[in-house]
């Protein structure tokens, strides 16, 4: 039995989307597009300093990306959507030492997590199939 799963785990795992051909490193295209979402995040949070880290950011994405930036829109909105979800209680939190009874928001870990948020990594690979073509042709 043992035997039989270990022999059907690679079909099955070759048999969902990757976009990570063989398990190497991300396309430039997966890069651009994911960072995008987290910069994206960042610009939404209130602390400044992420602010502007996120808009230089998304700046510098934009700048490099091959293809249209219209299709990086929908990335943004569900971002958006996930921040909103934050803002209400979704936001990981940790003890904070200095302020017992109170958590300590992180704003960063949240970022960077949103990009495997299911309405979010749908809006990402949708991104990635638009894009993909005008980045082998580079």
Do not use: F
């Amino acid at each position: 039995m043992r035997a039989a799963l270990l022999l059907l785990v690679p079909a099955i795992a070759g048999c969902t989307p990757d976009t990570n051909p063989a398990g190497g490193a991300r396309t430039q295209v997966q890069r651009d597009v994911e960072s995008y979402a987290i910069a994206s995040c960042l610009t939404q949070q209130a602390e400044p300093y992420l602010k502007d880290q996120g808009d230089a950011w998304a700046s510098v994405v934009v700048q490099r990306m091959h293809g249209d930036i219209d299709v990086l829109a929908g990335i943004a909105e569900q971002v958006q959507r996930e921040n909103t979800k934050g803002a209400n209680g979704d936001m990981a939190v940790m003890r904070d030492e200095t302020r017992p009874g109170q958590g300590k928001p992180l704003p960063v870990l949240h970022c960077g997590e949103v990009i495997d948020r299911p309405a979010v990594r749908a809006a990402i690979q949708k991104a990635i199939a638009a894009l993909r073509p005008s980045y082998e042709s580079r």
